[in-house]
RNA sequence: GGAGGCGUGGUGUAGCGGCCUAACAUGCAGCCCUGUCAAGGCUGAGAUCGCGGGUUCGAAUCCCGUCGCUUCCGCCA
């Protein structure tokens, strides 16, 4: 029996309920008490009449104390329902009532939704974790898990656990290095994700694999990002990117139905090129909530003479626009807002037309001719009432402003509409990028996908135009995940490596496991690695994906609870071999 | 590594050079109250305004530093 499960076809049973006081209320005669529960909360009704020994103990029982009661279920009298309730038909009449424990008074409020400090929320993480809301993003969580596992698992798929001490790759993010004891001066790492061993079973036969994984980045926290985060990580044999694109969509359409409360904006989900997400929305990750797309007005803009343009245009850069509707109004202190967005994400500036049912308002009106006005406003769609936003810079930057005001505008005139999910899939993102740093190429993913087999003459010619057989699937502007199908064959990977800059010898050493077992009758396969923490938070509309991890970090990786990380003993570092460089008050948390 | 925001009774906020002997709500404590459900009424306790330094006749308020939380950039194969 439970505190949210009591209906009024109840009445009459002898019950017993256990839980915490969510609140008390004390007539004088009467007492009232809210029994909380993780399934809901009860009224238990205390009478000085009917039982004097228990309305004694209710009268010094306090918030958060945890009760045991036993009483009788009865229909609440006539017009005393409570119809925010569940359980708001019926209350339980104590006869009797055992204090299980008595509780302090809480630093924060358990019984109410009000916005607390969050480090006072993860330094009483239990508390706060009793919280409504909290509780049901876990029990989310649990569902939407749950419902991976019955999903692959309907479907053939195998789930492996794969081990957290692992070997450092000092590629990509920073590795969490684990000292060995037996091994003085070794260190294993934990895994950024299971890629090597997951396409290590595919070697093995396992065909269909998945794990809910762990997965460990020491790099610095966001809102979407936390040192240990949680992939549903899953892999198969004999499959191209449809295959996985297909299965993850199904999955995914069904989580949604689980959670209820959103709908899918478009189905099956919209697939974009990286090229044409990047040309039309200056992202990689965009919001399909709504449009205000980018539009290239460089062509419209040969010869112009302002120079500001004209500049850019001869190096070689991009000039592009987006049309912000009804925004022509817009104050100099928004404008200047705007502008302020622009620069912060690397715009030298920022150029606004406002479009008047008589002409325009722009303080760059005065250097276009008129055809180049009209090319940059009813050309592209701006009407009266609108304001266009003008960027020209080099193409890098000038995606990364535009996408960056995008945004903006799409939150500032709410057309975001939270209840709906704007799935989509990204695909051929380029294979390799330059790293002006290492003088070499990069993968912009992962150095194990494959690519578009017309594209393979390009390695040797134009390694940064190859286009990857790599997917991400893409939901409000946020990235939920990605995969690729990978190269199965020892000589394609080892190309790829050393393009990456690796000689045979630094292949053998960080990768060589692999690279043996694709001389051993490597199926062709391909995965894909999801987010679970910010799927949760999407659904939920959680601001930061610590509210969907029940023991999370704060930003600078501190455990707020435990005090992790901290110092440990000097015999401990005696066994590892180990000695610390930095004075131990920097090691230690005040 | 860098930039911004926040830090005031237990909690959430107000106050932003002198009206501050720091306000409001809630919580907490006591008393009253037999149909409440954010119960209600009355009374009361509770804050050296994150910490350190400075400017000033005077600092919660301005300046500098520092600590903590947080957002973003860099970073995140």
Redesign the pocket.
């Known amino acids: 029996m439970t505190c949210g499960s009591l209906r009024v076809d109840d009445a009459g049973r002898s019950v017993t309920l256990r839980g915490w006081v ?9 007492i ?1 008490v ?1 029994l909380r529960d993780r399934y809901g909360i009860t ?1 238990v ?1 205390f ?4 039982v004097p020994a228990a309305h004694e103990v209710a009268s010094r029982v ?2 958060e104390f945890v009760l045991e009661i036993t009483g009788t279920v009865r229909p ?2 006539e ?4 119809p ?2 569940a359980t ?1 038909e019926i ?1 339980v ?1 104590a006869s009797a009532v055992a204090v299980l424990n008595e509780a302090k ?5 358990i ?2 939704e ?7 929320r ?1 330094q009483y993480r239990y508390l706060d974790l009793r919280r409504p809301g909290m509780q049901s993003n876990v029990l989310l969580r649990h569902r939407l898990v749950k419902r991976m596992r019955d999903y692959l698992d309907a479907r053939g798929f195998c789930e492996v656990e794969t081990p957290c001490l692992i070997k450092s ?1 000092p ?4 590795d969490f290095l684990v000292p060995s004891s037996a091994h003085p001066g070794t260190f294993y790492a934990l ?6 061993m997951k396409q290590l079973l595919m070697v093995a036969g396992l065909d269909r694999y998945f794990q809910i994984a762990r997965c460990f ?1 020491d ?7 936390q040192p240990e985060f949680t992939q549903l990580d899953l892999e198969m044999s004999f499959v191209g990117q449809d295959d996985v694109m297909a299965l993850m969509e199904a999955l995914y359409v069904e989580l949604v139905k689980e959670h209820g409360g959103k709908r899918i904006q478009e189905v099956p989900f919209p697939r974009l090129t990286y090229a044409d997400a990047m040309a039309r929305f200056g992202s990689d990750r965009p919001d399909l909530r709504f449009g205000l797309e980018i539009q290239d007005v460089g062509p419209a803009l040969a010869g112009t003479g302002f120079k500001a343009f004209a500049t850019v245009l001869e190096a070689g850069g991009q000039v592009k626009a987006i049309v912000a509707t009804g925004c022509g109004s817009y104050s100099r202190r928004e404008i200047d807002g705007l502008t302020e967005i622009a620069k ?3 715009a030298k500036g920022l150029a606004t037309i406002a479009v008047e049912s008589n002409g325009v308002r722009s303080p760059i009106a005065k250097f276009l001719r008129e055809q180049e006005q009209q090319a940059l406003t009813s050309d592209i769609g701006a009407s009266p009432g609108d304001l266009v936003l003008l960027v020209a810079d080099e193409a890098a930057t000038v995606a ?1 402003v535009l996408s ?1 005001l995008r945004t903006e505008l799409g939150t500032a005139l709410g057309l975001g509409d939270p209840s709906v999910l704007a799935f989509c899939w990204v695909t051929e993102f380029p294979l390799l990028e330059w790293d002006e740093d290492g003088s070499r190429w ?8 494959g690519y578009l087999p017309e594209d393979e003459p390009l390695l040797d010619t134009d390694p940064g135009s190859v286009r990857a057989l790599q997917y991400d699937l893409v939901a409000n502007g946020a990235e939920l995940g990605g995969g690729s199908v990978r190269l199965h064959r020892r000589a394609e990977q080892e190309r790829i490596f050393a393009l990456m800059g690796y000689d045979r010898s630094a292949m053998a050493d960080r990768f060589g496991a692999l690279l043996d077992a694709l001389e051993y009758g490597a199926p062709p396969h391909g995965g894909i ?1 999801m987010g679970v923490d910010r799927l949760v938070a999407l659904l939920t509309d959680a ?2 994906i ?1 509210d969907v991890i029940a023991f ?7 455990d ?1 609870m435990f005090d992790a990380p901290s110092a440990v003993d000097q015999t401990q570092l005696e066994e590892l071999g180990l000695s610390v460089a930095v004075p131990s008050s920097n090691s230690t ?2």
């Open positions: 969510n609140r008390r209320r004390d007539l004088g005669g009467l009232f809210d009224q009704v009478n000085p009449q009917v306090r918030g609440r009298p017009g005393t329902a409570n925010n309730l708001g209350e009449e008074t809480p630093p924060f409020y019984n109410e009000v916005e607390v400090d969050e480090a006072l993860l790759t590629e990509g993010a920073r895994p950024q994700s299971p890629q090597q980045r790099e610095a926290q966001r809102a979407d990002r912060r994400a690397g990364k960056a990069d993968a912009t993913h992962n150095p194990f996908s690695a601001p930061s610590r999370p970090k704060s930003q600078r990786g501190i707020m948390n005040p």
